[in-house]
C-alpha cells in the first residue's frame, strides 16, 4: 500500500503554544484530509483538501494541500488542553484512503 | 446530528471462529467503508463498497473476509476463520458523495 510518513511522531508542548506537523508521500493524491483520534474512538474529520495548493482553515486549524500533490501540512494555533490525541493525515485515490503514521500531542496545562 | 454506529463494542472469539461485525451507516450516504487499527498503529484501508458491490479493496482483505449489506441499513464484516492478528479495532465508515467519511466508534475485536 501507499506510505505516508508523519512527522514529528509526538510533540509535547505547553498551552498557548502553536503547533505544526506534516505528511509526505512518495505518491500523489487526490484529497488530502487530517483527522483526530481521541482514545478508544474513532477518527473525527478536521479538515479536506481537494486541489493542490489549497489552504483551508477550521478555527484554530490551518491545513495545506502541497504543490506536488505529495504532501501536506496541519497546524494548530493558541493550543488547548483538548488538543490532545493522535491526529493522522490521510491520501485518497480513487475510492482507498491510506492513513498516516500518527502524530502524538500532548498539551501541557 | 446523524452518525454511524456500529455493534458490539467488543467482541471476543476463539481462533478459529467466525465473527460478524456489525455497522449501521449514515442513512443517505451511499459509499461504505471498512478499516481496521491495529493498537498503536495506524489505521489501514480494508473494502469500500458502493452500488452493492466491492469498489477497491486492499491487500489484508483476503478470502478470509466478505461484507454483505443485507438489508437497506446495514453492513458488515465477516471474517471466516479468526486468527491470533485479526485482533484490532475496526472502524466503518460512511460517505455521501465525493467528501468527507465520517467514522464509526469502532469494534474492538480480540481474538484468543
Known amino acids: 500500500g501507499q506510505q505516508l510518513n508523519q512527522s514529528p511522531q509526538s510533540m509535547f508542548i505547553q498551552e498557548g503554544e502553536d503547533v505544526s506537523m506534516n505528511c509526505t508521500s512518495s505518491?500523489?493524491?487526490?484529497?488530502w484530509l487530517w483527522y483526530k483520534q481521541d482514545p478508544g474512538e474513532g477518527p473525527v474529520l478536521l479538515i479536506a483538501l481537494y486541489k493542490a495548493g489549497e489552504l483551508t482553515s477550521n478555527g484554530r486549524l490551518t491545513a495545506q494541500f502541497g504543490i506536488t500533490r505529495k504532501d501536506s501540512f496541519l497546524n494548530i494555533s493558541a493550543s488547548i488542553p483538548s488538543d490532545v490525541g493522535i491526529y493522522f493525515c490521510?491520501?485518497?485515490?480513487?475510492?482507498?484512503?491510506?492513513f498516516g503514521t500518527g502524530t502524538s500531542l500532548t498539551v501541557i496545562p | 446530528e446523524p452518525e454511524v454506529t456500529q455493534t458490539p463494542s467488543h467482541q471476543v472469539t476463539q481462533m478459529g471462529q467466525e465473527v460478524i461485525l456489525r455497522c449501521v451507516p449514515i442513512s443517505n450516504h451511499l459509499y461504505f467503508y471498512w478499516y481496521r487499527q491495529i493498537l498503536g498503529q495506524k489505521v489501514e484501508f480494508l473494502v469500500s463498497?458502493?452500488?452493492?458491490?466491492?469498489?477497491?479493496k486492499s491487500e489484508i482483505f483476503d478470502d478470509q473476509f466478505s461484507v454483505e449489506r443485507p438489508d437497506g441499513s446495514n453492513f458488515t464484516l465477516k471474517i471466516r476463520s479468526t486468527k491470533l492478528e485479526d485482533s484490532a479495532m475496526y472502524f466503518c465508515a460512511s460517505q455521501y458523495s465525493y467528501n468527507e467519511q465520517f467514522f464509526g466508534p469502532g469494534t474492538r475485536l480480540t481474538v484468543l
Open positions: 490521510a491520501g485518497r485515490i480513487g475510492n482507498q484512503f491510506y
Open positions: 463498497f458502493y452500488n452493492n458491490e466491492i469498489s477497491e
Open positions: 505518491s500523489i493524491f487526490n484529497t
